[in-house]
């Protein structure tokens, strides 16, 4: 399979229906081996693309990974980023909210995590939490003092959905570019994933039981995706639905993607004057001496 972008791009204004989306697509190799060099492919041109995008320094890139547990964040992040020069490239997880970050604004937090020119910011998890695992445990905003009860009506998640399109049209507006992946597991995949966390002493670290009470919400955060997916996919800030029941196929897709997405932003290295190209044929003369 040829991977195409727009195959798992959600366009802005679609209703989502997540069981329409697949988790498992015809992957773009036919043996391990070829999936290795098509990665190191993939790695080696973000590679050179990410140093172009450093020495432009014109634009941002934020890079936002959700999905349910064991979908794959972070083993997507760690191979496909592999090749990143660590200067041009920060990655931030976030869990529960501190007491700090309370008392301010939902998307306070990220807010001041995100990249400056020049680099590549990467959420793994991120302020979509706040209309993800919040909506389906509402219990949350009572706790957080921002609610007597939780909300009985759509317009407390429609008002959350509007502050994050309008954040990142700021964003986007400002040069920063935006893309945003849902690793879209199925519940069976997940379920064995989970057996190797447990039946591998080297990944029981990665379980605990909280993992388990999250699993049977698996309806509710079905639908809690496909809510934000459908308000919140917009075409200066796309959501793309990546399979991820093949977690090597899921790499190579997030990796083509980001690879369009600095491809289009037509880049080039800063041209140099006629008074610095002077300036440094005076210092080579010194340097030749």
């Not at 369009?260 to 044929?281: C, G, I, N, V």
Request: glycine content about 4%; some cysteine; hydrophobic content about 40%.
């Amino acid at each position: 399979m040829k991977i195409s972008s727009k195959d798992f791009r959600v366009p802005a204004g679609t209703q989502v229906s997540l069981g329409k989306w697949p988790t498992r697509v015809p992957p773009a190799y036919k043996s391990k081996k070829e999936y290795r060099k098509l990665l190191a492919t993939h790695i080696e041109a973000l590679s050179s693309l990410q140093a172009l995008h450093y020495a432009a320094d014109r634009r941002a890139v934020l890079i936002i990974f959700q999905g349910m547990d064991a979908a794959g964040k972070d083993g997507a992040i760690r191979h496909v980023m592999s090749g990143v020069n660590p200067q041009g490239c920060e990655v931030f997880s976030f869990k529960q909210p501190s007491a700090e970050e309370l008392q301010h604004d939902f998307l306070w937090r990220s807010t001041c995590r995100l990249p400056e020119r020049g680099r590549i910011g990467i959420f793994n998890r991120s302020y979509y939490e706040d209309v993800l695992v919040v909506r389906v445990h509402p219990e949350i905003l009572v706790s957080q003092g921002l609610v007597a009860k939780a909300p009985a009506e759509n317009t407390f998640w429609e008002e959350r959905y509007r502050s994050i399109v309008d954040l990142e049209a700021h964003l986007h507006r400002n040069g920063t570019r935006v893309i945003k992946f849902f690793l879209h597991l199925s519940r069976d995949e997940q379920r064995k994933r989970f057996l190797e966390r447990i039946d591998e002493p080297d990944k029981n670290w990665k379980f605990g039981a909280a993992d388990i009470a999250e699993r049977k919400c698996w309806p509710l955060y079905m639908q809690a995706y496909e809510a934000c997916l459908s308000a919140t996919s917009t075409a200066d800030a796309p959501w793309y639905v990546v399979p991820a029941d093949d977690k090597q196929s899921a790499r190579l897709i997030v990796s083509q993607i980001i690879l369009d997405l600095f491809k289009d932003l037509k880049m080039s290295y800063p041209k140099t004057t006629t008074e610095r190209h002077r300036e440094l044929q005076a210092i080579r003369k010194q340097l030749v001496k």
